[in-house]
Nanobody, 118 residues
Framework: QVQLVESGGGLVQFGGSLTLSCAASGFTFSMYPMSWYRQAPGKERELVAT????????KYADPVKGRFTISRDNAKNTLYLQMNSLKPEDTAVYYC???????????WGQGTQVTVSS
């Protein structure tokens, strides 16, 4: 079955960095676009970044442009999110998501908590 397991979250100070990972299994990872989402307390889940299946094309939400980098290693079936210059407003649970391909459904990981202290 499809599994997405995020890791790498934690507590970091303002201006610090973290790298999140999402280990994928149960499907052909290299075929699917993938995304990172986040959900802060009391807020709706929002898109952070998306990467195409071949890793060439990426898109970012305005609040993270220039600070976050999404990447993937199709040989390792792993999605990454490098987060630099972190701010308290980046505090959220971060989720990876497998996007649709044809009629295949989206899948979510269980999330990893990122907390940025001021």
């Amino acid at each position: 079955q499809v599994q997405l397991v995020e890791s790498g979250g934690g507590l970091v100070q303002f201006g610090g960095s973290l790298t999140l990972s999402c280990a994928a299994s149960g499907f052909t990872f290299s075929m699917y676009p993938m995304s990172w989402y986040r959900q802060a307390p009391g807020k709706e889940r929002e898109l952070v970044a998306t990467i195409r299946s071949d890793g060439v094309s990426t898109k970012y939400a305005d609040p993270v442009k220039g600070r976050f980098t999404i990447s993937r290693d199709n040989a390792k079936n792993t999605l990454y999110l490098q987060m630099n210059s972190l701010k308290p407003e980046d505090t959220a649970v971060y989720y990876c998501r497998r996007e649709t391909l044809g009629n295949s459904p989206r899948y979510w990981g269980q999330g990893t908590q990122v907390t940025v202290s001021s």
